[in-house]
């Protein structure tokens, strides 16, 4: 910018936009690109998440408080993000239980559903669902109800359909105000009218709808009812009804000297941008802009907006008692229950991770058959060698739990920051459902192990080195897992997180005890091994499986040992460290679920 020649410390992006959106009218926000249209949208809806917003908005006449804004509101982005394994009809279901509000009567509530969710009967679920049907039928979507979402570009719906279902589960809040980001952009005419014309039949229940637009086609254009155009620079060079074909709008501009006649047939939106371009203002020697504050349909407007910034006597200000619509409790039902379905239907990601665990026990098992039997332990490097086993299996498995979860929780995250805006839930509602989820997963994976693996390798089958090992492996796998979630959480993209766990990975690899035992670590490093979960890992499941062999001696570098004083000697395992080792293995996945729910409901890296 300051090479262009702008030394100003700050950019302006809006000058003094001033104007008013009433219920049942279909709003248009337009002008040429970089003009502030998104901008304008982002701050009267409150998602902007940087710069400095001066400046007076008022609802009903009363100052504007976000919190209550946003569940009378609805913001319908530009990119529709959706969660990819959920159904039409679920996810508009889904917004309607998190965002209409408790109070709704029985009737309401009971409305059907059972079509929509096939796994979990309405009632049990005890949804929340307001006119579902008749929201899918005015978007249009209620062909389509039971299908996929799918990736954008790869499966599942359209484009065009993908946009009516950003607007359907919008509107099934009920809300009042309504803002549209180019819900036209990407389209093909015939698509765009599609959604224009459910748009129109949203504006006709009488909702404030707002929508930025971009070039529309004749027809779509002269669907608004009201015009807000601004140029280049964040100003407003018209706002006033669009008129019958277009008639308000051609006659302001014509008014103007110089300006040229529409032609017979041309598209008035065009022909509007055209004529009030920056080089037709350098041509006439006009600012439209200062045109536009001097005219009667400014002054129109601005006593409009006095008369609209005092509250209706009688009126109240809405007020909400809680943040959000539903209980803690109920959101975190929510959250689990989509999450449920979206891993049910992801066997990408599970059926995956479950081949890569049975392959990797059947393989490790043929490679360390019955090495883990007492009877073949004889010297150290038995000892070595069936450690080089535990170390191998958790760190492998692992890795693979930790880097299959990172594209999972990344696409789920932009879904996140859409229902957050929302106010649909706490970030901690979803956070705890997400690793919640995981464990059952995790659990069958282990469960995988001790029965092909845990036999092959030879380990002893008593029932409480059984269980220990079982306990280990599990907790372990579990860290991986809420790893790779907290490492998506902390990072703007999974390219960068990608590049974080794999130094995660290494320091894991280096600090777990078996390339460089405890005692030989220098001490200005020890602390990492402390910190490490898969060093408390290979100690308990090495101690557990061989700490209590008192009486098997073993030749260890010219020397007769008992295996148990040969591991506190060398490796520094001690069997009376086991109660705390067994609470540090718990404790990593609950500081890292943890860990993972605190950057959800604090870091945002949207940039708007």
Known sequence: MREHGYMKRKLQLLHNITGAFQPGVLSALMGVTGAGKTTLLDVLAGRKTGGVIEGDI??????KIQQTFARISGYCEQTDVHSPQITVGESVAYSAWLRLPPEIDSKTRNVSYICFCNETRATNMQTYILRVNEVLET???????????GVPGVNGLSTEQRKRLTIAVELVSNPSIIFMDEPTSGLDARAAAIVMRAVKNVADTGRTVVCTIHQPSIDIFEAFDELMLMKRGGELIYAGPVGHHSCEVIQYFQAIPGVPRIKDNYNPSTWMLEVTSTSMEVQLGADFAQLYRESPMCKDKDRVVKRLSVPVPGMTDLHFGTRFPQKFQEQFKACLWKQCLSYWRTPSYNMVRFAFITFSCIFFGALFWQQGNINHINDQQSLFTILGCMYGITLFAGINNCQSVMPFISVERSVVYRERFAGMYSPWAYSFAQVAMEIPYVLMQVVLFMLIAYPMIGYAWTTAKFFWFMYTMFCTLLCFVYMGM????????????????????????LMSGFIMPAPQIPRWWIWFYYVSPLSWALRVLFTTQFGDYDDRMIDVFGETKSVPVFMKDYFG???DLLPLAAVILAAFPILLAVLFGYNISKLNFQRR
């Open 58 to 63: 008022r609802i009903g006449g009363y100052p």
């Open 139 to 149: 978007i249009e979507l209620d062909e389509i109800r039971d299908s996929l979402v």
């Open 486 to 509: 907290v490492v998506v959480s902390i990072t703007p993209n999974i390219q960068v997180a990608s590049i974080f766990s794999s130094m995660f990975y290494t320091l894991q690899n």
């Open 573 to 575: 395992f001690r069997r």
